[in-house]
Protein backbone atom coordinates (compact mmCIF):
# COMPACT_ATOMS: atom_id res chain seq x y z
CA UNK A 1 0.00 0.00 0.00
CA UNK A 2 1.25 4.03 -0.37
CA UNK A 3 4.13 4.73 2.59
CA UNK A 4 3.50 7.26 5.05
CA UNK A 5 4.50 10.83 3.88
CA UNK A 6 5.26 13.69 5.64
CA UNK A 7 5.29 15.93 2.71
CA UNK A 8 1.97 14.96 1.41
CA UNK A 9 0.45 18.58 2.62
CA UNK A 10 2.98 20.07 0.48
CA UNK A 11 2.54 18.08 -2.55
CA UNK A 12 -1.39 18.67 -2.36
CA UNK A 13 -1.05 22.62 -2.00
CA UNK A 14 1.05 21.90 -5.69
CA UNK A 15 -1.73 20.47 -7.31
CA UNK A 16 -4.87 22.51 -9.37
CA UNK A 17 -8.15 22.65 -8.37
CA UNK A 18 -9.35 21.62 -11.25
CA UNK A 19 -7.16 18.38 -10.80
CA UNK A 20 -9.30 17.49 -7.23
CA UNK A 21 -12.51 18.10 -8.80
CA UNK A 22 -11.13 15.40 -11.42
CA UNK A 23 -10.21 13.23 -8.54
CA UNK A 24 -13.86 13.58 -6.85
CA UNK A 25 -15.06 12.73 -10.35
CA UNK A 26 -13.08 9.92 -10.41
CA UNK A 27 -14.26 8.69 -7.08
CA UNK A 28 -17.80 9.50 -7.38
CA UNK A 29 -17.42 7.07 -10.84
CA UNK A 30 -14.88 4.55 -10.30
CA UNK A 31 -14.06 4.56 -6.45
CA UNK A 32 -13.94 3.75 -3.18
CA UNK A 33 -13.71 5.24 0.11
CA UNK A 34 -13.89 2.60 3.15
CA UNK A 35 -12.33 1.26 6.53
CA UNK A 36 -10.98 -1.55 6.41
CA UNK A 37 -10.11 -3.88 9.04
CA UNK A 38 -6.80 -6.48 8.91
CA UNK A 39 -7.54 -9.82 9.65
CA UNK A 40 -3.78 -9.85 11.75
CA UNK A 41 -2.93 -7.34 14.10
CA UNK A 42 0.65 -6.44 13.51
CA UNK A 43 3.44 -4.98 15.56
CA UNK A 44 2.89 -3.43 18.60
CA UNK A 45 -1.18 -3.61 17.94
CA UNK A 46 -3.21 -4.25 21.27
CA UNK A 47 -6.34 -4.07 19.60
CA UNK A 48 -8.01 -4.14 15.85
CA UNK A 49 -6.59 -2.01 13.62
CA UNK A 50 -8.88 0.01 11.34
CA UNK A 51 -7.51 2.30 8.74
CA UNK A 52 -9.13 4.60 5.80
CA UNK A 53 -8.41 3.50 2.05
CA UNK A 54 -9.31 5.53 -0.60
CA UNK A 55 -9.46 3.27 -4.02
CA UNK A 56 -9.87 4.08 -8.12
CA UNK A 57 -10.22 1.01 -9.96
CA UNK A 58 -9.57 1.48 -13.96
CA UNK A 59 -8.29 -0.47 -17.15
CA UNK A 60 -6.79 2.74 -18.80
CA UNK A 61 -3.01 2.99 -17.38
CA UNK A 62 -3.12 6.27 -18.60
CA UNK A 63 -4.75 7.04 -15.73
CA UNK A 64 -3.40 5.31 -12.93
CA UNK A 65 -0.16 7.74 -14.29
CA UNK A 66 -1.69 10.64 -13.80
CA UNK A 67 -2.91 9.29 -10.17
CA UNK A 68 0.28 8.15 -9.11
CA UNK A 69 2.27 11.27 -10.78
CA UNK A 70 -0.54 13.68 -9.57
CA UNK A 71 -1.39 12.22 -6.03
CA UNK A 72 0.87 10.03 -5.36
CA UNK A 73 0.00 6.59 -3.80
CA UNK A 74 -0.14 3.15 -5.14
CA UNK A 75 -0.50 1.22 -8.58
CA UNK A 76 -1.35 -1.99 -8.83
CA UNK A 77 -2.71 -4.52 -11.35
CA UNK A 78 -5.84 -7.21 -9.94
CA UNK A 79 -6.05 -10.45 -11.36
CA UNK A 80 -9.19 -10.73 -13.75
CA UNK A 81 -10.10 -14.03 -13.21
CA UNK A 82 -14.51 -13.23 -13.77
CA UNK A 83 -14.06 -12.15 -17.02
CA UNK A 84 -17.30 -13.07 -19.16
CA UNK A 85 -15.08 -13.01 -22.24
CA UNK A 86 -11.43 -14.58 -21.31
CA UNK A 87 -9.82 -13.93 -24.97
CA UNK A 88 -10.76 -10.05 -24.39
CA UNK A 89 -9.35 -9.49 -20.76
CA UNK A 90 -8.23 -5.87 -20.00
CA UNK A 91 -5.68 -5.79 -16.75
CA UNK A 92 -7.50 -4.01 -13.85
CA UNK A 93 -6.03 -1.83 -11.96
CA UNK A 94 -6.00 0.34 -8.50
CA UNK A 95 -4.71 3.30 -7.34
CA UNK A 96 -5.01 4.02 -3.45
CA UNK A 97 -3.81 5.89 -0.68
CA UNK A 98 -4.25 5.16 3.32
CA UNK A 99 -5.02 7.01 5.98
CA UNK A 100 -3.27 10.21 6.54
CA UNK A 101 -2.39 10.45 2.95
CA UNK A 102 -6.45 9.28 2.65
CA UNK A 103 -7.33 12.04 4.88
CA UNK A 104 -5.31 15.05 3.42
CA UNK A 105 -6.61 14.12 0.24
CA UNK A 106 -10.42 13.48 1.22
CA UNK A 107 -10.08 17.19 2.75
CA UNK A 108 -9.40 18.80 -0.74
CA UNK A 109 -12.00 17.08 -2.98
CA UNK A 110 -14.78 17.20 -0.46
CA UNK A 111 -16.36 20.66 -2.10
CA UNK A 112 -16.20 18.74 -5.30
CA UNK A 113 -17.53 15.39 -4.25
CA UNK A 114 -21.44 14.56 -5.30
CA UNK A 115 -22.14 10.51 -4.86
CA UNK A 116 -19.53 9.55 -1.90
CA UNK A 117 -19.71 12.96 0.18
CA UNK A 118 -20.90 11.28 2.89
CA UNK A 119 -18.34 8.05 2.72
CA UNK A 120 -16.03 10.95 2.57
CA UNK A 121 -17.27 12.53 5.89
CA UNK A 122 -17.11 9.69 7.61
CA UNK A 123 -13.29 8.83 6.70
CA UNK A 124 -12.56 12.62 7.60
CA UNK A 125 -14.70 12.04 10.97
CA UNK A 126 -12.95 8.88 11.84
CA UNK A 127 -9.49 9.93 10.73
CA UNK A 128 -10.16 12.86 13.21
CA UNK A 129 -11.08 10.67 16.29
CA UNK A 130 -7.82 8.52 15.62
CA UNK A 131 -5.56 11.44 15.79
CA UNK A 132 -7.26 12.61 18.89
CA UNK A 133 -6.79 8.79 20.05
CA UNK A 134 -3.27 8.55 18.91
CA UNK A 135 -1.88 10.93 21.72
CA UNK A 136 -2.71 8.80 24.43
CA UNK A 137 -0.41 5.62 23.87
CA UNK A 138 -3.22 3.56 25.18
CA UNK A 139 -4.75 0.70 24.12
CA UNK A 140 -8.40 1.00 22.70
CA UNK A 141 -11.60 0.98 24.93
CA UNK A 142 -14.70 -1.36 23.93
CA UNK A 143 -16.28 1.71 23.37
CA UNK A 144 -13.51 3.31 20.52
CA UNK A 145 -13.76 -0.19 18.95
CA UNK A 146 -17.60 -0.44 18.77
CA UNK A 147 -17.24 3.29 17.33
CA UNK A 148 -14.67 2.46 14.70
CA UNK A 149 -16.71 -0.02 13.47
CA UNK A 150 -20.22 1.66 13.26
CA UNK A 151 -17.88 4.15 11.12
CA UNK A 152 -17.04 1.29 9.08
CA UNK A 153 -20.24 -0.69 8.68
CA UNK A 154 -22.00 2.66 7.96
CA UNK A 155 -19.54 3.79 5.03
CA UNK A 156 -20.04 -0.13 3.76
CA UNK A 157 -23.56 0.73 3.86
CA UNK A 158 -23.21 3.76 1.99
CA UNK A 159 -20.64 1.79 -0.45
CA UNK A 160 -23.93 -0.90 -1.13
CA UNK A 161 -26.77 1.25 -1.09
CA UNK A 162 -28.48 0.59 1.82
CA UNK A 163 -27.42 4.06 3.69
CA UNK A 164 -26.72 4.70 6.59
CA UNK A 165 -27.07 8.18 8.14
CA UNK A 166 -24.39 9.60 9.89
CA UNK A 167 -25.68 11.05 12.54
CA UNK A 168 -26.74 7.41 13.74
CA UNK A 169 -22.95 7.11 14.17
CA UNK A 170 -22.03 10.29 15.96
Not at 153 to 159: Q, V
Amino acid sequence: MSRIRDDYPELLDKVSAIDFARLAAFIDGEGTIYINMPYKNYGRAKGPQHRLCVLVSNTDPRLMEWLKSTFDGCVYIVRNTKSSNPLGKKRVMHWQVNERMAMHLLEHILPFMLLKRQQAEIGLAFMKLKKTRAQTGTPLTDDEIAQRQGMKFAISGLNKGSGIPLETIQ
